[in-house]
T-cell receptor, first 113, second 111 residues
Framework: DGGITQSPKYLFRKEGQNVTLSCEQNLNHDAMYWYRQDPGQGLRLIYYSQIVNDFQKGDIAEGYSVSREKKESFPLTVTSAQKNPTAFYLC????????????FGAGTRLSVL | SQQGEEDPQALSIQEGENATMNCSYKTSINNLQWYRQNSGRGLVHLILIRSNEREKHSGRLRVTLDTSKKSSSLLITASRAADTASYFCATARTGANNLFFGTGTRLTVIP
């Protein structure tokens, strides 16, 4: 099946801990994105990557880090510097020339213990 | 920053009625898209309208775009209980590589 896979579905973070959310796509898309969604809110862009080994900060990058070593993978690390990490995290991908239509994973819900 | 604002924030209708959601945005765009999100799930793309188009249809969906007013509307006709979800507009801003999402309208269709 083609698509975007996010794991884990649920994640718990202890105080001072870094956690990494996985995002893998087999759609051969060039661009990948990470969004944060708080309850009853819209999506806010954390980071995006247009190409392997390159990424740009979105609107709320502080306390987060990413890497793009492979086209298929765009992991997001929530660092201890992110003081309010409890949220629903969504990964998406898109291809050049398709008018920025984005395809989303099922999300990871992160909570703080 | 979020580009769009949806109106209303929440909408509750009876099955079979039509549902209309509105989206306003602030800057020039290449296209505007509507997405649907079921509770606790990812977003699914529904329909895209380009900046030089005024109306587009897809099944029970009708989208309009008024670039002079920087607004769009999504009409779902003959609603079904399965249409219950949150609906988001997203704009592809001129010169930008990413989408800017609105705050969403939560639609409840009562059987």
């Amino acid at each position: 099946d083609g698509g975007i896979t996010q794991s884990p579905k649920y994640l718990f973070r202890k105080e001072g801990q870094n956690v990494t959310l996985s995002c893998e796509q087999n759609l051969n898309h060039d661009a990948m994105y990470w969004y944060r969604q708080d309850p009853g809110q819209g999506l806010r862009l954390i980071y995006y990557s247009q190409i392997v080994n390159d990424f740009q900060k979105g609107d709320i990058a502080e306390g987060y880090s990413v890497s793009r070593e492979k086209k298929e993978s765009f992991p997001l690390t929530v660092t201890s510097a992110q003081k309010n990490p409890t949220a629903f995290y969504l990964c998406a991908s898109s291809n050049q020339g398709t008018k920025n239509i984005q395809y989303f994973g099922a999300g990871t819900r992160l909570s703080v213990l | 920053s979020q580009q769009g604002e949806e109106d209303p924030q929440a909408l509750s209708i009876q099955e079979g009625e039509n549902a209309t959601m509105n989206c306003s945005y602030k800057t020039s765009i290449n296209n505007l898209q509507w997405y649907r999100q079921n509770s606790g799930r990812g977003l699914v793309h529904l329909i895209l309208i380009r900046s030089n188009e005024r109306e587009k249809h897809s099944g029970r969906l009708r989208v309009t775009l008024d670039t002079s007013k920087k607004s769009s509307s999504l009409l779902i006709t003959a609603s079904r209980a399965a249409d219950t979800a949150s609906y988001f507009c997203a704009t592809a801003r001129t010169g930008a590589n990413n989408l800017f999402f609105g705050t969403g309208t939560r639609l409840t269709v009562i059987p």
